[in-house]
């Protein structure tokens, strides 16, 4: 894993959720919709989870999932994510990517499935948020499509194409 790569990729995610973002708050039944609500909240829940995992924070499961008053708030405090992942990424060098990390929940995953899981690296498990993140990003535009909206190009390539452009976390529509 190289440490300029994760952070594209990084800075790739902030973008492709704030354009995903707007879309959604730029189309009324998106941004009441109980469906986009939880697979958003889970996108930047995990988000959140793995940057306690990073730092060394402690993890506390009785929390449950954060409530939001409206899609307006939820998106804000993805937003909120932002700043303190990219603090933390500019705070190790390529060495500190090889890095083990041990989630809190893998016992219990390993007991469930009856087998003993590898432990990944601190870059491995960078890639996993982006990863998963895009993942979830894709749902998300599969239900903005279903309940009326129009998603987004966010692709990395798209985002690539576009000139690497900075997040806009605007509430305007997205363009492409």
Known sequence: MEITLLRQLIHHMEWADAEVWRAVLA???AGNDPRLRELLTHLHLVQRFFLVVWQKQPFDPSRGQPQFATAGDLRDWAQSYYGDAHRF???????????????????????QLGRTFATPTLGET?????SHSTYHRG???ARLREVGGTPPLVDYIAWIWFGRPAPNWSSAPATV
Do not use: C, G, S, Y
Request: charged share 25%; net charge negative.
């Open 27 to 29: 189309h009324e039944p």
């Open 89 to 111: 990424l500019d705070t190790f060098d390529e060495p500190a990517l090889q890095r083990e990390v041990v989630m809190p929940f893998v016992k219990a995953m390993e007991a």
């Open 126 to 130: 960078i890639f996993q948020v982006t």
């Open 139 to 141: 749902q998300v535009n």
